[in-house]
């Protein structure tokens, strides 16, 4: 079955850019049959849908986040990847990669704390 | 964006209990709505999409109904498995949207 995983560093420092990747591995992103998100959980936090990307690399972003956040695709290595811009203490969150407009397949979560 | 705003946010309830949670949207969103359930420490898993289908392996106590802007998730018979955080999201814009959880707590 089709297993997501995240990974990345755990700490980014106060105006630096957080950079993380989500690894499909038992089917293929190519497939065209799904978008791929990213969403997080502040501490005690429900959720926030980040944005999502399609294999053609179309993409579409949460308009709170748009400004700082970049998607991309990589089909050869069957991934695709984040990038926010300018992170600060109320970026800290657990991040999550997601299959689907009803995400049925969900990473493990990596928590991604800002701080000096 | 479409605000989803569920209801209560939190509740408490035997196991046994039938329990109802609402989400409303803020705008009509069709049948694009799913319902999570998370319990602490791991991610979300999909219990209900397109409003009333089941995923598979689900269990069928589970069910979610509602169309337009007004929708529930129904657990028939509490089970102590149970107990956790429910979301309902929509998918009906581009944009998804999550409601602020309701947490279902053992009475």
């Known amino acids: 079955q089709v297993q997501l995983q995240e990974s990345g560093p755990g700490l980014v420092k106060p105006s630096q850019t957080l950079s993380l990747t989500c690894t499909v591995s038992?089917?293929?992103?190519?497939?065209?049959?799904?978008?791929w998100s990213w969403l997080r959980q502040r501490p005690g936090k429900g959720l926030e849908w980040i944005g999502f990307i399609y294999y053609t690399g179309r993409t579409h972003y949460n308009p709170s986040l748009e400004s700082r956040v970049t998607m991309s695709v990589d089909t050869s290595k069957n991934e695709f990847s984040m990038r926010l811009n300018s992170v600060t203490a109320a970026d800290t969150a657990v991040y999550y990669c997601?299959?689907?407009?009803?995400?049925?397949?969900w990473g493990q979560g990596t928590t991604v704390i800002v701080s000096s | 964006d479409i605000q989803m705003t569920q209801s209560p946010s939190t509740l408490s309830a035997f196991v046994g209990d039938r329990v109802t949670i609402t989400c409303r949207a803020s705008?009509?969103?069709?049948?694009?709505l799913a319902w999570y359930q998370q319990k602490p420490g791991k991610a979300p898993k999909l219990l209900i999409y397109?409003?009333?289908n089941l995923e598979g392996g689900v269990p069928s106590r589970f069910s979610g109904s509602g169309s337009g802007t007004e929708f529930t998730l129904t657990i028939s018979s509490l089970q102590p498995d149970d107990f956790a955080t429910y979301y309902c999201?929509?998918?009906?814009?581009?944009?998804?949207?999550f409601g602020q959880g309701t947490k279902l707590e053992i009475k």
């Open positions: 038992g089917g293929s992103i190519s497939s065209g049959d799904y978008y």
């Open positions: 397109a409003a009333s």
């Open positions: 997601a299959r689907g407009e009803a995400m049925d397949v």
């Open positions: 999201q929509q998918y009906n814009s581009e944009s998804y949207t």
């Open positions: 705008q009509s969103i069709s049948s694009w």
